[in-house]
């Protein structure tokens, strides 16, 4: 994530201080957390509202991620469903249209009734 300087000089002179909180405006530190719009941050950056920006760079390493997120659904072949067919985008579209739910879950109505 890109920061223009007058967000980072407010972030330099929050870190500075020894309160266990300090404002400027809807920018507050707290913990060591900073919050935009909120007074209580929960993670290392929380911002309650909308962000703009050009350009945001996640960095996945060390990040834990469930394998089967991952399996090759689109090559057709998977270690968790040997018979998984992927259905094309046109079939799923038209599913969608009359069923109004994903296949192979439940709709609404049924999860109402349970």
């Known amino acids: 994530m890109k920061v223009q300087g007058v967000f980072f000089i407010a972030l330099l002179l929050m870190?500075?201080?020894?309160?266990?909180?300090?404002?400027?405006?809807?920018?507050?530190?707290?913990?060591?957390?900073?919050g935009i719009g909120t007074s209580t941050?929960?993670?290392m950056l929380t911002v309650k509202g909308t962000i703009h920006t050009q350009e945001v760079v996640v960095d996945m390493k060390g990040a834990v991620a469930p394998d089967y997120?991952?399996?090759?659904?689109?090559?057709?072949?998977?270690?968790?469903?040997?018979?998984y067919e992927l259905m094309n985008l046109s079939e799923l579209e038209q599913f969608l249209r009359t069923h109004h739910h994903l296949p192979d879950l439940p709709s609404a109505k049924e999860l109402d009734s349970e």
């Open 15 to 34: 870190s500075t201080t020894a309160c266990s909180q300090r404002s400027f405006g809807i920018l507050k530190e707290y913990n060591g957390k900073i």
């Open 41 to 43: 941050p929960d993670e």
């Open 69 to 83: 997120v991952f399996q090759h659904y689109y090559q057709d072949t998977s270690v968790l469903k040997d018979d």
